[in-house]
């Protein structure tokens, strides 16, 4: 039989405009939060990180925001360029049992149209 | 540098058989990860290294599944014997510090038939 994939939630956007991808952490006590980029064939590009002393910082044309009392993090894309168009994952630094590690999101699909 | 380096791009192999990815991780780092990504469950680590030193393994599916770090640039994830349901595209990533942006490699896509 087929089997069921992930569903990945899409946000479509038109050229120009901004894009802000939303994403939910699971673990109270991860401490270090990053986005990546994933363009088909590719493997994960880093975008931008975020540690949880902060609530916001900014890079080129992206900003990150982190709401720990809800445990949301969120990327905003100013400008967004067709290039922008790929699968965003959000990462959260999980500490357990002693160990650290990077736990990914199930991502969000970013189609931007010329 | 030339970034995670990771062999070969594409293998394709019968059920049964013994595969090994290989992966380059870059000069200096001296962490590595294994991850794993299917349309069914996403980008999963697999296992991950600290100077060489297999760290948290807890991430490995099953016994067929293996891997080695024989030195700080040379990393092997083996899967013996192979099954279609271990179809998927795996990924070395390198950091030099936990708590930083991991670098991925490009993946090696596995097919099993």
């Known amino acids: 039989g087929e089997s069921v994939g992930l569903h990945l939630p899409t946000l479509s956007v038109q050229e120009g405009d901004n894009s802000i991808i939303n994403c939910a952490y699971s673990?109270?006590?991860?401490?270090?939060f990053i986005w990546y980029k994933q363009e088909s064939g590719k493997g994960p590009q880093f975008i931008i990180d975020i540690r949880s002393n902060m609530d916001k910082r900014q890079g080129q044309r992206v900003t990150v925001l982190l709401n720990k009392t809800v445990k949301h993090l969120s990327l905003q894309i100013a400008a967004t360029q067709p290039g922008d168009s790929a699968v965003y994952f959000c990462a959260e630094n999980e500490v357990n049992t002693g160990f650290q590690k990077l736990v990914f999101g199930t991502g969000t699909r970013l189609l931007v149209s010329p | 540098d030339a970034g995670v380096i990771q062999s070969p791009r594409h293998e394709v192999t019968e059920m049964g058989q013994e595969v090994t990815l290989r992966c380059k991780p870059i000069?200096?780092?001296?962490?590595l990860f294994w991850y794993r990504q299917t349309m069914m469950r996403g980008l999963e680590l697999l296992i991950y290294f600290n100077n060489n030193v297999p760290i948290d393994d807890s991430g490995m599916p099953e016994d067929r599944f293996s891997a080695k770090m024989p030195n700080a640039s040379f990393s092997t994830l083996k899967i013996q014997p192979s099954e279609p349901r271990d179809s998927a595209v795996y990924f070395c990533?390198?950091?030099?510090?936990?708590?930083?942006?991991?670098?991925f490699g490009s993946g090696t896509r596995l097919t099993v038939v």
């Open positions: 990533a390198s950091t030099l510090i936990l708590t930083y942006g991991y670098t």
């Open positions: 673990n109270s006590a991860s401490d270090y």
């Open positions: 000069s200096g780092h001296d962490y």
